[in-house]
């Protein structure tokens, strides 16, 4: 019943920025975590940013501190992920996912949902 469908993605320049938006179904913000991950070709998905529900503490990966934040607006189920100052290197498919348990925000395997992704690229 919970879904989560990504959008926002597209090709941006070096410096530019883009907004990617998970629109939730379901009980989904009774999540504990809401995160975002991405995958470039050849490598195994990576962590990007988390919020934690109880406190919206946010929680980001080193390389995107500063250009990057996720929030959320509860009254339209969906959480975003503001990219600035994108680089080559952000280019990636880009996940949005939700973990209903207490579990450790930067691994894949305590998310229960996952999106279908929105690519990212950003050209040079």
């Known amino acids: 019943q919970v879904q989560l469908v990504e959008s926002g993605g597209g090709l941006v320049q070096t410096g530019g920025s883009l907004r990617l938006s998970c629109a939730a179904t379901?009980?989904?913000?009774?999540?504990?975590?809401m995160g975002w991950f991405r995958q470039a070709p050849g490598k195994e998905r990576a962590f990007v940013a988390a919020i934690l529900r109880p406190t919206s503490r946010t929680y980001y990966a080193d390389s995107v501190k500063g250009r990057f934040t996720i929030s959320r607006d509860n009254a339209k189920n969906t959480v975003y992920l503001q990219m600035n100052s994108l680089k080559p290197e952000d280019t990636a498919v880009y996940y949005c996912a939700a973990q209903t348990g207490i579990g450790t925000y930067f691994s894949t395997r305590n998310y229960n949902y996952w999106g279908q992704g929105t690519q990212v690229t950003v050209s040079s």
């Open positions: 379901g009980r989904i913000f009774d999540s504990y975590l």
